[in-house]
């Protein structure tokens, strides 16, 4: 089959790809564009290790087409800490220790941010609700749910 | 010069700093095993058997092989014949031969330019099968009817007479059995059940595998431990392990699933037949479920006898566990060494049946046996608790083990915690909590024996003063921190001066996996050794500058002094200063140690779980969760509460949903993780910690390791608390709303 060529504002930058038209758009980031910083656990959208955001809207990479990515606007890990500042998230993540092995944190940290964009005053619940399509299986959730509350403070100014 | 006074004062032991390799982990900069790409790379998929047992008549490769794009295919033709034992299970769990074992069980692999190419090829593999009959069953693969595995698999330890599928058989235990149980007031007994499940790691097993026609390969890999894939994936392939690199990438979860190989030298056969190209090969989620290590499911027959006033008399039990369809893989031993541990026994004894099935080939999964065996007997302590109108703790304190017990495994207990996790949890906050109508507390402990092995490891000392750390086991769950923290306190050097690599297998001997719970005690005791070691040359160098003995030099806040007035009065010599005029001293300095690690202190702990049974749908809500566990030592206080924590939730999701489901036609149901649930974010609340400290005497800084024995306590603590709730005992797991809704209805 033949590839496609796709132009996409990716982390802020226009890109251009070519894709195979069966590719997700997990496979084009990861495997196209070498930012392997978006993770792949199921491939079924049940695990959101791939979560991103298209146009604002979080989305598992692994659910949608390379090709359907034509014209939007997405936004990975890659593209969460300004320059050499990280965001508070990222912070606040490490400083809880609120990852062990690693591998659902870019999943998370896309997803929460994209909540406090929306929320910047969540409560527990709502935390545990927004990130229940992420699967994390080391921590129990405890301390990721700790630095996200201590972020979302942090962001509003009241730490 | 040992610092063997510095047991309880710490400067960085039981601080909290942030982990070395948390910014490469919250910027997508870490690198895991799908992450790696080589020059020139291929990509794999492998075909594999639709059918729980069935034999292979004949697999036709042609059209495979003419598709354009795929550069090689192997079949187990392509391995070497006549291994023996281990090695031949796991060449045969690799790729099926004549037969087909359990749905899911690999019988082709193809590697092409692309993963969708490779994809395309395997669905033009045509294999005929002639499907027989199969078991997946544990109490059903016992029976003298149940299909036969594998003929001859029994080994000697096995009683005349027992059908083939039990290859093995444990018969131990101390005292009289009969006069014990005659002087119970209660004699209690009930057969339990918990099924197979996975460990859930989020990051599906990867790995680039190259191998050139001389037999010298890489291979690139998410793994608990890379000594173990070469020695693995060189017998698979009849080579010389030496020749074989391989370098561990970071590591998305493994909880014991990732200790071993499956498909892995798979990647190395293809590769090898495609001139050497390097091949990548990645596990689908449903690969994963079916054709990797979950743990084992268990059926178990437990017995107790009780005095009225708690104390206990005697007990006994009979273990039957299926690790798949390969011996030697069911926990059994290890389930049954850990069944009675938690309790002062004058009579005990225990029987175990490893028995094989059609399903995947078991590996380890976070102590494995102990969940299920806690399951079966912290579950009948409870109701016999119930029965005589006792406090489940109080009754955990009266017969629990401490320094001296006679173990019911036999060795007796050294320096332990288990009274003091019971104690704490006695008085925690948690356990004042009024509960409401619909709601249950339940109470369990559980332990585990831990770990030390074959470990090997170097330390080197920069130019500057800064210290580099060489180790062999993964770091899964925040270890680099903990390794970083001892060698600081042992040499007296800022955290930041620590660098930990995790290195290839070319880097240092032998280590095993970072696996029951060992990395943080034996690495880091190892750790300790190889700085002292530095630490005795680097006061060499002072003595010889300043013309005194060696013996006459201690070493503290990263510096040389000399010990006394007697030996002199010069200024401290510090690391930095050593570090730069090391090569005009002398030359490099380093520290190294190897060794087999015994004697590793065992952890005990006990959980408390609220919850509410909503009457209408069956389902349990967690309200409050407190696990109280002995870490010897908190080397990191945050990443052992995160292997509390985490634990405890693996545990809640095998006690309240996680199971392999299969079918009538053998085949599993389901293989992903939307029927595989395993619980998230909205399925439980914050998880409440308190780390017991009785240091154990066999590392330097007390260290006991923590890993395991948090996912042991949960499965009973959940059935005990719906117990409570509901008045319903439940003992075959999981406690999913069905069941509860059943035996709700059900009355009595």
């Known amino acids: 089959m033949s590839n496609m060529h796709v132009t996409a504002k990716i982390n802020g930058d226009e890109t251009e790809f070519l894709c195979d038209p069966r590719e997700t758009l997990l496979d084009v980031l990861r495997d196209r564009l070498n930012l392997t910083g978006t993770k792949e656990g199921c491939g079924t959208g049940d695990c959101g290790a791939c979560t991103v955001t298209i146009d604002d809207r979080l989305v598992c990479s692994c659910l949608m087409l390379g090709v359907e990515a034509s014209g939007k606007s997405i936004e990975t890990i890659e593209g969460m800490a300004k320059g050499d500042t990280l965001h508070p998230l990222q912070k606040k993540f490490v400083e809880h220790a609120a990852l062990q092995c690693g591998i659902c944190t870019p999943g998370i940290l896309v997803a929460a941010k994209n909540l406090l964009e929306k929320n910047p005053d969540p409560n527990e619940e709502q935390v545990r609700y927004w990130l229940a399509g992420n699967l994390c299986r080391c921590t129990g959730y405890d301390k990721i749910i700790r630095a996200v509350l201590d972020a979302a403070k942090e962001m509003r100014g009241t730490s | 010069m040992a610092k063997d006074e510095i047991i309880n004062k710490f400067k960085y032991i039981g601080t909290r700093p942030n982990r070395p390799d948390g910014l490469d982990k919250v910027t997508g900069r870490a690198k895991y095993g799908a992450d790696f790409n080589a020059p020139n790379m291929l990509h794999a998929a492998v075909l594999r058997s639709p059918h729980a047992h069935a034999r292979i008549v004949k697999i036709d490769t042609s059209k495979a092989e003419a598709l354009s794009g795929v550069k090689a295919l192997v079949t187990r033709a392509d391995f070497p014949t006549g291994l023996k034992g281990e090695d031949f299970y796991l060449q045969e769990n690799t790729i099926a031969g004549d037969r087909a074992l359990y749905d899911g069980h690999a019988v082709a692999a193809v590697a092409a330019t692309s993963a969708l190419v490779a994809k395309d090829a395997i669905k033009l593999i045509e294999v ?336 500057d003063g800064t210290v580099t750390l060489s180790i062999g086991t993964p770091d899964i769950g925040g270890s680099r921190a903990s390794m970083a923290l001892m060698v600081s306190e042992t040499l007296g050097i800022p955290y930041e001066d620590v660098r930990v690599n995790v290195v290839e297998t070319g880097s240092l001997g032998v280590n095993e996996p970072t696996h029951g719970s060992r990395a943080t005690f034996a690495t880091g005791k190892a750790a300790v050794e190889a700085c002292n070691e530095a630490i005795k040359e680097m006061c060499r160098r002072a003595a010889d500058k300043w013309g005194i003995d060696p013996e006459a030099i201690d070493w503290f806040d990263g510096a040389a002094h000399p010990a006394g007035p007697n030996a002199g009065d010069f200024p401290p010599m510090t690391i930095k200063e050593i570090g730069r005029r090391m090569g005009r001293t002398g030359g490099p300095i380093s520290g190294h140690h190897a060794t087999t690690y015994g004697g590793a202190g065992e952890s005990f702990g006990t959980h408390v779980v609220d919850l509410e049974v909503d009457p209408e749908t069956g389902r349990a809500t967690i309200l409050r969760y407190l696990v109280v566990q002995d870490a010897g030592r908190a080397i990191h206080p945050s990443y052992v509460e995160g292997q509390f924590q985490g634990g405890a939730a693996q545990g809640i999701g095998w006690a309240l949903n996680e199971e392999y489901i299969y079918g009538e036609d053998g085949r599993l149901q389901n293989a992903g993780f939307l029927d595989y649930r395993v619980p998230v974010a909205s399925d439980l609340p914050m998880i409440d910690t308190v780390i017991v400290e009785v240091p154990s005497d066999s590392h330097p800084f007390g260290v006991r390791g923590v890993g395991e024995t948090g996912i042991a306590p949960p499965l009973p603590a959940i059935a005990n608390a719906i117990a409570d709730a509901t008045g319903k005992r439940l003992r075959h797991l999981p406690i999913s709303p069905p069941k509860v809704l059943k035996a709700i209805k059900e009355g009595s």
């Open chain 2, 128 to 463: 005929e099968y002639e499907i027989l009959p199969h078991v997946t069953d544990v109490d059903e693969a016992m029976q003298p009817d149940a299909p036969v595995i594998r003929e001859g698999a029994q080994d000697h330890s096995v009683p005349d007479g027992l059908p083939p599928n039990i290859v093995s058989y444990m018969d131990f235990g101390h005292g009289d059995l009969e006069a014990g149980f005659s002087e119970a007031d209660l004699v209690m007994e009930n057969t339990y059940k918990t099924e197979a499940a996975h460990q859930g790691y989020i990051e599906p097993h990867a790995c680039v595998g190259q191998l050139g026609q001389d037999g010298k390969g890489d291979m690139w890999i998410c793994t608990q431990g890379q000594w173990f894939i070469r020695k693995m994936c060189t017998a698979v392939l009849g080579l010389e392990a030496s020749q074989l690199r391989v370098t561990p990438s970071e590591i998305g979860g493994g909880f014991g699933g990732k200790t071993t190989i499956f498909s892995e030298a798979l990647s190395l056969a293809l590769s090898r037949k495609a001139g050497g190209r390097p091949v990548k090969l990645v596990m689908t989620r449903s690969e994963v479920l079916r054709a990797t290590g979950p743990t084992a499911s268990a059926s178990m027959d437990v017995k107790i006898g009780m005095k009225k006033n708690g104390k206990m008399t005697a007990a006994s039990a009979v273990f039957r566990m299926q690790g798949g369809a390969f011996p030697g893989m069911a926990p059994t031993g290890m389930a049954l060494e850990c069944a009675f541990a938690n309790y002062q026994l004058p009579a005990v004894h225990h029987i175990g049946y490893d028995v094989l099935s059609n399903r995947p080939k078991s590996a380890a999964y976070r102590a494995p046996g102990s969940p299920m065996a806690a399951f079966a007997v912290e579950s009948l302590v409870d109701e016999m608790c119930r029965e005589l109108n006792l406090d489940p703790i109080d009754v955990r304190l009266l017969n629990g083990s401490k320094e001296g017990t006679k173990s019911s495994f036999g060795p007796t207990f050294r320096k332990i915690g288990l009274i003091e996790t019971l104690e704490a949890a006695k008085s925690h906050p948690n356990l004042e909590v009024k509960l409401g109508p619909n709601q249950g507390r339940g109470i369990a402990s559980g332990y585990w024996m831990n770990h030390g092995g074959e470990t090997s490891i170097s330390m080197a000392l920069g130019e």
